[in-house]
């Protein structure tokens, strides 16, 4: 288990500013009037490798807007609902892609009358985007849009989003609320160790903070050591990053004798990419940290969707006067029950330069909306780890690499560096697993290394049901990078 840091000295404030508006409520009191939560409270924060229940429900934490994040279900559908028929008839009017799709099956804004009826609105996909490329799908003017990102595709043109100012300011909201669940508080010094690019994460989280009132180091993408440095010398407590690149930062300041239990860093803001448990767990206790996941996309806005709060960890609660979910089958495409898994469908529901209506993620992952330890009632999404369009058929069998990271969090041994190949040389669909052995169980015995090696080839084909060739290599011999890691590499014919 990490040491948990006791050194944070932060002012805590209110964090949403207005005296009318306190940041701060306990668990068990959504009057919003609460005691302001110390220091310790947060240093007692669990970390992955786990505290028990009971602490966690002791836990005051802040949150950005009690009044919404801890309504009533009821409230919270009723506001949903009244903000999602604007959305339709906003779009309807204003966006010639959906009036289209509307008036071909005789669907008007009108017929949507409760929740069920929902479900008779078109879903919207990736492909409506890409094929409107570059702003057919904006409903104001464009001297209205303030700003564009675009998300860049493996293949052609990416797509391209486009905010409004009221847009920008709806961003900035939901970004100080998933920053809220993660622990961060006005007087926190953030580090941004994404790009500032076309990329939603860097500019998104950077001004959301701001808004907050913390302080934001723009460190960007690059330099690992520079990081480092900043993190010491500035007082950095919370790192904004990939976790595979904090990973790299921990690992580099290691080879450079810095004691991370030393630093001031507290949280890390997780994104851009899956965070596996095994990587959240290692990170957390190396870098004696507590490291929050949180989820976006580009499509429907960046980051700010959805954030990890202190209680519910691996959930996340959606910030959902801002985003309509719904779990489907992504086979069926029909509703599954509260708690199922499915493909999680959006429509954002304050968005005016580009709305979105049923916009399937194709990220899978369930939903609940049971009570939460935190105090919020917001919905939360287990972690997204699968896509729908990211398993890989082999020999006929469906593989997720998030399957191969759960048997490999349960190998002493296995580092959390994999990369996965597949080709089929041969005439069969043949799955390579490259794994980085720890330091630790690294020897240049060929048969103790051997021994190893069928073990993790047995159990990935108890759990997988095919079987993998597992290369092991050094600890450190696979590529690291800056921005998501690249798990798998498709070779075949
Ligand atoms: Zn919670």
Redesign the pocket.
Known sequence: MAARKSKVALGFASASGASDAPGFIPASDASGLAAVPTASDLAAVPTASGTPASTLASLR?PIYNPAFECASRDEVRARQFELLIEQVAWAYERVPFYREQFDAIGLRPADIRTHDDVRKIPFTTKSALRDTYPYGLIAVPLNEIIRLHASSGTTGKPIVVGYTRDDIEQWRYCIMSVAQ?AGVVPGDRAQMAFGYGMFTGGFGLHYGMEGLGVMMIPASAGNTERHIMMIEDYGTTVLIATPSYALHICEVGERLGYDWEKSQLRVGLFGGEPCSPKLKAEIESRMHIFCTDNYGLTEVMGPGVSG?????RD?Q?IVEDHFYWEVIDPETLEPVPDGCPGELVLTPLQKKGIPLLRYRTRDLTSVTTEP?????T?A?MDKVRRRSDDMLIIRGTNVYPSQIEDVLAGIAGASAYYRLEVDNATGLDRLTLNLEVEPAVFTDSFTEMDIFRRSVADKLRAVLQVSVVVRLVEPGSIERVMGKTKHVEDRRE
């Open positions: 934490q669940m990890e709060c202190l209680s519910a959930q609660h939460c330890g935190c105090g919020r917001s939360r």
